[in-house]
């Protein structure tokens, strides 16, 4: 994968997970103030149908490839796994903290 793909493919990543965190806060708003339920159980739901929306347009929009062969998907997936590892490392050697 070329640093073209891999940028376009981070994207459309970010895009998904961004309409994704709307949804998440709007469903949570919803059924806690709509719909009466506990807000943590407002938030269950809400994860659980954001995650299916996740999966499902990346898959549309072809960050995830489900015919084609893993490993372009292992690669992306470890790109993201080791960026990830990198930063809760920075943070768990700075005692917790965020700042300065």
Not at 21 to 45: D, P, Q, W
Request: aromatic share 14%; charged share 15%.
């Amino acid at each position: 994968m070329d640093l073209r793909q891999f940028v376009t493919k981070g994207i459309k990543f970010g895009f998904i997970g961004g309409i994704g965190t709307v949804l998440n806060l709007g469903i949570l708003f919803g059924l806690t103030e709509y719909a009466h339920l506990y807000y943590l159980y407002s938030e269950l739901i809400a994860i659980i149908l954001v995650f299916g929306f996740n999966y499902v347009g990346n898959i549309l929009v072809g960050n995830i490839k489900i015919e084609s062969g893993t490993r372009e998907n292992i690669s992306w997936a470890r790109t993201v796994w080791d960026a990830a590892s990198r930063l809760s490392f920075l943070k768990s050697r700075s005692g917790g903290r965020c700042g300065p």
